[in-house]
């Protein structure tokens, strides 16, 4: 099988499945209990912690709090983004958040909060000029994604957050880094430096599924999500997944070292390939923002005529896995709403197909992609070229 859809989840390392087996056979203890004590498992958490903080070179004291992944982090940073809003003040997002922040704002603005969207360019880039034009004092909760899941487009988060610092001194911040993390190196000082709250998941750096957190920077304070029995500081109650937490450990660790010997350039050098044979084997294909900075894995590009949804049904039956996009609208065939609000059209929209690399493909991988596109626009004539 050629696996190219690491946006929608990574394949475990195999030594996160050692530790997590060893953590669900031999170490099954619950954390908080005598043995799970003497069996050093708050040694396990803590370092668990620090990876992460090491991954996104955060500061020690930035507290790292395990949740069940993004989409809970999220939902948590948004709750406590309209708590600070209510009875004044207006919350903000962009328009091309994940659903897990995108939803949780919608329902915000039905309960009659006030909230405001950014949009974005053509090239999927958040509109600065637009964010200058509207950002008051009054503004309370600000969460901008910092790479999109679907183009890859890396935002411009510093500039965005410190025009939020500058003009709205009392605004929480938050981005959700899920796509980020675990991609590129992440300088925490020049784009993270002004942000409280970043979300992760362990599932996109080759980690388990089922877990991720919230980093929260700059002593912010906030009011839990699930209480309970008063685990991790009373902020996310539950008894701690230790096998995940282990495996995620181990996962967070392995991407430092990798991305620290350079391999995401490595995976850059795959994508830019496959996007190099597509242009010269269908110039008229579109790559949705290829001139802003993107993810070194990312391409989401059409080739005119195609359908997507088919292609990926065919594809996949060829032991070829590539996506429509957002894995969470995979079930939809309705095109995906980031292309339509950067201004291509419906029928444009509806060929684009997302490419996901990780460090293990290749270019031999590639090839056998992008021919087998080439056969299948010349045999069936459904793509036009
Ligand atoms: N945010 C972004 C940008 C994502 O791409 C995803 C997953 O696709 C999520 C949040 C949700 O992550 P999780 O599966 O950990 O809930």
Known sequence: MIYLDNNATTKPFPEVVDVMTQFMTSRFWNASSAYGQLD????????????????????????????????????????????????????L?????????????????????DVRLLQVTRDGVFDLDELEAIVDSNLRFASLMFAHNETGVIQPLREATSLIR????????????????????????????????????????????????????????????????????????????????????????????????????????????????????????CILGSQAKRLPNTSFFGIPGSDADDLVHILAGEGMIV???????????????????????????????RFSASYENTIDEVDVLVNKLYELSSREHKLAL
């Not at 370092?47 to 903080?53: G, H, L, P, Q, T």
């Not at 701690?240 to 995401?264: F, M, W, Y």
């Open 93 to 113: 997002t962009s328009a091309i958040e994940h659903p897990s922040v995108g939803e949780a704002f919608d329902s915000l603005q039905e309960q009659g909060v």
């Open 166 to 285: 500058e003009r709205a001194p009392e605004c929480l911040i938050h981005t959700d880094a899920t796509q980020a993390i675990g991609k590129i190196p992440i300088s925490f000082a020049e784009e993270l430096g002004e942000v409280d709250l970043i979300s992760f998941s362990g599932h996109k750096f080759h980690g388990p599924k089922g877990i991720g957190g919230l980093v929260i920077c700059n002593g912010a304070q906030l009011k839990p999500l699930i209480r309970g029995g008063g685990q991790q500081n009373n902020l996310r109650s539950g008894t701690l997944n230790i096998p995940a937490i282990g495996g995620l450990s181990v996962a967070a660790s392995k991407t430092s070292r990798l991305l620290k010997a350079n391999q995401d350039t490595v995976v850059r050098t795959v994508r830019d390939y496959f996007e190099q044979r597509i242009s010269c084997l269908f110039p008229k294909a």
């Open 323 to 353: 996506s429509t996009g957002s894995s969470c609208s995979a079930n939809s065939i309705e095109p995906s709403r980031t292309a339509l609000l950067m201004k291509y059209e419906y029928k444009e929209a509806s060929t684009l197909l």
């Open 40 to 91: 050093g498992l708050e040694e396990v958490v803590e370092s668990a912690k620090a990876a992460i903080r090491t991954l996104i070179g955060a500061a020690p004291d930035d507290e790292v709090v395990f949740t069940s992944g993004a989409t809970e982090s999220n939902t948590w940073a948004v709750a406590e983004g309209a708590r600070r809003a209510s009875g004044c003040g207006w919350i």
